[in-house]
Nanobody
Framework: VQLQASGGGLVQVGGSLRLSCAAS?????????????LGWYRQAPGQQREMVAS???????NYIDSVKGRFVMSRDDVKNILTLEMNDLKVEDTAVYYC??????????WGRGTLVTVSS
């Protein structure tokens, strides 16, 4: 599956951005997720990639503590996109953001990231 994240850009502290991730295969079909885990990750300069938000069966979503209450991950099955709504952005949110899916066999698929820069 091919993934493509978009929507990054330059925003001031406290601002908002909405990231989107399009896929070459449906995320949801036959009333079930076609992948085990859907996720948004980010990698800041000089740091390891970290999972920011994830969605699994039953549309259960999880977030890292630093973005709870500010970021919302959702899925649009009509448009077949994942979104990450990011509000009240902070300088430390600056990173390249990636969407990823893991199939039920445990294989991970990654798309090109989109850069988010939060300026003070």
């Amino acid at each position: 599956v091919q993934l493509q994240a978009s929507g990054g850009g330059l925003v001031q502290v406290g601002g908002s951005l909405r990231l989107s991730c399009a896929a070459s295969r449906p995320f949801f079909k036959f009333e079930m997720l076609q992948f085990g885990i859907l996720g948004w990750y980010r990698q800041a300069p000089g740091q390891q990639r970290e999972m920011v938000a994830s969605m699994a069966t039953g549309d259960t979503t999880n977030y890292i503590d630093s973005v709870k209450g500010r970021f919302v991950m959702s899925r649009d099955d009509v448009k077949n996109i994942l979104t990450l709504e990011m509000n009240d952005l902070k300088v430390e949110d600056t990173a390249v953001y990636y969407c990823s899916v893991r199939d039920y066999g445990g294989k991970d698929f990654w798309g090109r990231g989109t850069l988010v820069t939060v300026s003070s």
